[in-house]
């Protein structure tokens, strides 16, 4: 007699199982990589603004920075210390009003001061931060101002290279799940001059 059974047998089917196993988790694996690159690509432009924007603030101010190094001394045009650069906006380097700053705070922002209430710029009018708008930027890393100078601390050229590295956690040592972005920019100040 002969039978008529339509059917898997048992081998068939745990085989069929198998094969659909394996290409469900590749399909989820791929699911998982994209949706991490996108993430990680979206943070990483966000926090290209970021800085972006704070660079071009920074470069806004600083080139209306004035005066000369060399009759005035060190530091009296562009004074950078530790987490705050403050630089002169009018004709008295000693008169605190006639003066600007960006500092790095302890929170990773970075804030900007127009009118400083003291030397070297320790308070500010409004209170540092106050203002939403004087909050430049934030989880940043690093702010830091390398200024051309010759042997006794004076500005060499009439230019200034700011650098901001910012990331997702200004507080964690860059990887895949930190990304960051490290900008700089060369700052030039047409109403300083070096001779």
């Known amino acids: 007699m002969k039978s008529n059974s339509c059917g898997f047998t048992l081998l068939e089917l745990l085989i069929a199982i198998i094969l ?3 290409i469900a988790l590749g399909f989820a694996s791929i699911e998982k990589f994209s949706t991490h690159q996108t993430i990680s690509t979206s ?11 704070a660079l071009e603030h920074i470069t806004k101010e600083i080139s209306k920075a004035r005066g000369n190094e060399m009759t005035m001394g060190a530091n009296q045009v562009i004074n950078w210390q530790g987490n705050q650069i403050n630089f002169l906006i009018g ?3 000693g008169n605190a009003q006639n003066r600007s700053s960006y500092r790095l705070d302890n929170q990773d922002q970075i804030l900007y001061c127009p009118q400083c209430a003291d030397l070297p710029c320790a308070s500010c009018t ?3 931060g106050s203002r939403p708008d004087y909050i430049i930027a ?4 690093i702010f830091n101002i390398i200024k051309p100078a010759d042997a006794l601390g004076r500005l060499s050229e009439n230019n200034i290279t700011a650098e901001i590295t910012a990331c997702k956690d200004s507080g964690q040592a860059q990887g895949a799940n930190n990304p960051c972005v490290k900008m700089q920019t060369k700052i030039f100040m047409p109403a300083v001059s070096t001779n």
């Open 126 to 128: 409004p209170n540092w």
């Open 91 to 93: 004709t008295d380097p």
């Open 138 to 141: 934030k989880k940043v890393k």
């Open 20 to 22: 659909l196993s394996v």
């Open 43 to 53: 943070t990483q432009a966000s926090l290209q603004n970021k800085v972006s924007f």
